[in-house]
């Protein structure tokens, strides 16, 4: 399982009427493609052919904290992949998305992703769903080639999708009353680990939007509603056993909360248990939703 953020309407800047940045990732011929989002759109499929070497490369600004949601299907099956590189030019880390069918319209998604663990790195998989909350900000560049670059055309599909929400990045300073409700709420998320307390635990959600199970070990991102995450904990099914108690012999998140000490905030709204480090894949990050602090995601690495 597996991350989000204030609910603000996310701007995904794209290029202008030039052509995308024509220098190959890999060595082979590449061509740009202009990138444009209809007004008031945060989604957009693009529809084209590559062949043998050759990389098409769209290329977007965007703003650290935004999330990135991509979604590659090829004719043939499998023979066309997608890669994302971030400003720094080094490949950005993306999780499989997975969610219910409701939760898939919400997230504008045409079908609910099915995750595997083989090759995650790849965004390769056939009609697999691919998402990211985005580290910085800066140009970003989708690569898309045939996974052996041999003679051949594959058509493809590409969409791209940036939910109206808003992470706030580790780098955000925050105005000293957040600080406080957000340490606040965060106190009150280790308590509810120590009885456990289910109500307590559920009141920290949003009841109307998501958040993310986020689960680095397999990298999966699971967005989860208010309804699944209440029912689950209530007949004590996985979710309660990954996060407010151990179930079996398989460690759980409430493992991490120790001796109940609060938690340092890293950034933003970010918080890691004592004594790990601000990359931590185990963390808990907050939005503001109407407000006050919900949570966004869970990062617990599980197996």
């Known amino acids: 399982m597996n991350k989000i953020i204030p609910r603000t309407l996310l701007l995904l800047g794209l290029l202008s009427a030039q052509s995308v940045l024509a ?48 979604r590659v299907v090829s004719d043939p099956p499998g023979s066309a992949q997608i890669t994302v ?9 993306m999780s499989c998305l997975a969610a219910k069918v409701l939760e898939s319209k919400k997230l504008g998604l045409p079908t609910p992703s099915h995750c595997y663990e083989d090759t995650p790195q790849l965004l390769r998989r056939e009609g697999k769903t691919w998402s990211s909350t985005l ?77 993310y199970a986020n689960n680095p070990l397999n990298v999966v991102r699971y967005a989860v509603p208010y309804s699944e995450l209440e ?27 120790g001796d109940g000490k609060m938690w340092p905030r890293v950034g933003g709204a970010r918080f890691v248990p004592p004594g790990y480090e601000d990359g931590s894949l185990t963390f808990v990050q907050w939005r503001k939703e109407n407000g006050r602090w919900v949570i966004a995601e869970i990062g617990y690495p599980q197996a």
Do not use: W
Request: glycine content about 8%; aromatic content about 10%; some cysteine.
């Open 135 to 211: 580290p910085e900000t800066g140009n970003y560049l989708l690569s898309v080639v045939r996974p052996d670059g041999k003679p051949g055309v594959s058509t493809y599909s590409l969409l791209l999708i940036v939910p109206p929400a808003q992470v706030y990045s580790t780098n955000q300073t925050l105005p000293p009353a957040d600080v406080t409700a957000l340490e606040t709420a965060m106190r009150k998320f280790i308590a509810a680990f120590k009885k456990p307390d289910v109500n307590a635990f559920l009141s920290l959600f949003s009841r109307s939007g998501f958040f």
């Open 23 to 70: 220098t190959a990732q890999h060595g082979g011929k590449a061509e740009g493609r202009r990138v444009r989002f209809k007004p008031g759109a945060t989604s957009a499929v693009f529809t084209d052919t590559v062949s043998g070497s050759l990389e098409i490369e769209y290329e977007l600004a965007a703003r650290a904290g935004q999330e990135l949601i991509v």
């Open 85 to 93: 590189y971030g400003p720094n030019a080094k490949e950005l880390q």
């Open 231 to 257: 029912g689950d904990l209530i007949r004590k099914g996985g979710l309660y056993c990954s996060y407010l108690k151990r179930c079996d012999e398989l460690d759980a998140f409430v493992d991490h909360i």
